[in-house]
């Protein structure tokens, strides 16, 4: 994996749940991919790949959110948490990634989680 879908599946806890499977990472991903310093659009050749990682945390936080809108009350890692502070969670989250939407390339990464 990536530098850069590493960093994304940090950004949106894919691994703790409700849990983003990678192909699910990767569609969003590729949903927020931007042209590159050089100007290079995704579908050149010579495009270093670079993403609206923001922007990508925030869709990817919104689709945990669907799914914990359909959740019920569960444990997770031997604590109870209901399904509703999940959800409230993730919107959290969704405030949190809402803001300016800078780039992130595999060149040199400059987005802050």
Not at 22 to 30: A, K, P, W, Y
Not at 96 to 101: H, K, N, Q, V
């Amino acid at each position: 994996m990536s530098d850069i879908f590493t960093k994304f599946s940090r950004m949106v806890a894919a691994d703790k749940e409700p849990t983003l499977a990678n192909d699910v990472l990767e569609e969003i991903l590729d949903g927020f991919a931007t042209s590159d310093a050089a100007g290079n659009l995704p579908t050149d050749p010579e495009w270093v790949p670079t993403y609206h990682l923001r922007a990508a945390a925030r869709e990817g936080w919104k689709r945990k959110a669907a799914i914990a809108a359909e959740l019920q009350s569960t444990d997770l890692d031997g604590d109870r948490m209901s399904a509703n502070q999940i959800f409230e969670h993730c919107e959290t989250m969704v405030r949190r990634y809402s803001g300016a939407a800078s780039v992130s390339s595999t060149a040199a990464t400059t987005e802050d989680e």
